[in-house]
């Protein structure tokens, strides 16, 4: 099992240019999150899936699109970086027919928009 | 949204207890979590404990809920070097996919 796994591990834009991080999980979770976190702010929700197909905003959605076309993957664009976006980036999945309570987090993804 | 609060920093000495404080405010939620994150790493779940509970002992670790203060506190219990780290508390609720909101962190340092 390789649990959470993110790519890539760091990255460096410029402004309006776009990108995609993955995230993946072998654990057969139903729900899949991506958060960002920023120094004296803890970590924020920025959109989750409760399912294959399903998609939903957090609490700081604003600059990013999310796609959940795979069970396993999800998927957080940004298609115009601005230097605000500069963040770790983590992916958690949780949920499953045994326990729904525990997320399972990624190793992170450092980016840095110039 | 609702708000969850942690001091910044503690400073233990190894062997010492370690008790680190969360506040919240939303009373509507279902489990209250501990997660440690190490530098340069995602974070690991620690303990959870359910909202009808008030204390939940794992090990080393003594979790105590006051729900009437919306307190939430983490003890460890003779805190190693290795417990070095930030802890963040968070709290989710029921239904539309267990979202967690995660306070601000604590950095705990252990001492020699």
Same mark, same amino acid.
């Given at each position: 099992?390789?649990? /959470?796994? *993110?790519?890539?591990?760091?990255?460096?834009?410029?402004?309006?240019?776009?990108?995609t991080l993955l995230c993946? *999980?072998?654990?057969?979770?139903? @729900?899949?999150?991506?958060y960002r976190q920023d120094?004296?702010?803890?970590?924020?929700?920025?959109?989750?899936?409760?399912?294959?197909?399903?998609?939903?905003?957090?609490?700081?959605?604003?600059? @990013?699109?999310?796609?959940?076309?795979?069970? *396993?993957?999800?998927?957080?664009?940004?298609?115009?970086?601005?230097?605000? *976006?500069?963040? /770790?980036?983590?992916?958690?999945?949780?949920?499953?027919?045994?326990?729904? @309570?525990?997320?399972?987090?990624g190793p992170g993804t450092?980016?840095?928009?110039? | 949204?609702? %708000?969850?609060?942690?001091?910044? #920093?503690?400073?233990?000495? =190894?062997? %010492?207890?370690?008790?680190?404080?969360?506040? +919240?405010?939303?009373?509507?939620? !279902?489990?209250?979590?501990? +997660?440690?994150?190490?530098?340069?790493? $995602?974070?690991?779940?620690? !303990? +959870?404990? #359910?909202?009808?509970?008030?204390?939940?002992?794992?090990?080393?670790?003594?979790?105590?809920?006051?729900?009437? %203060?919306?307190?939430?506190?983490?003890?460890?219990?003779?805190?190693?070097? $290795?417990?070095?780290?930030? +802890?963040?508390?968070? =709290?989710? #609720?029921?239904? $539309? $996919?267990?979202?967690?909101? #995660?306070?601000?962190?604590?950095?705990?340092?252990?001492?020699?």
């Amino acid at each position: 099992n390789a649990g /959470v796994t *993110q790519t890539p591990k760091f990255r460096v834009l410029k402004t309006g240019q776009s990108m995609t991080l993955l995230c993946a *999980q072998d654990m057969n979770h139903e @729900y899949m999150y991506w958060y960002r976190q920023d120094p004296g702010m803890g970590l924020r929700l920025i959109h989750y899936s409760v399912g294959e197909g399903t998609t939903a905003k957090g609490e700081v959605p604003d600059g @990013y699109n999310v796609s959940r076309l795979k069970k *396993q993957n999800f998927l957080l664009g940004l298609e115009s970086a601005a230097p605000s *976006q500069t963040s /770790v980036y983590f992916c958690a999945s949780g949920g499953s027919a045994d326990v729904t @309570y525990e997320q399972y987090f990624g190793p992170g993804t450092r980016l840095t928009v110039t | 949204g609702e %708000d969850v609060e942690q001091s910044l #920093f503690l400073s233990v000495r =190894e062997g %010492d207890s370690s008790v680190i404080n969360c506040t +919240y405010t939303d009373s509507s939620s !279902t489990y209250l979590y501990w +997660y440690k994150q190490e530098p340069g790493a $995602g974070l690991q779940l620690l !303990t +959870y404990i #359910f909202s009808n509970m008030d204390m939940k002992q794992d090990q080393r670790l003594t979790v105590l809920l006051n729900k009437k %203060d919306k307190h939430l506190s983490l003890r460890i219990a003779d805190t190693q070097t $290795g417990d070095s780290a930030i +802890y963040f508390c968070a =709290e989710s #609720f029921t239904g $539309g $996919g267990n979202k967690l909101t #995660f306070g601000t962190g604590t950095q705990l340092k252990v001492e020699l």
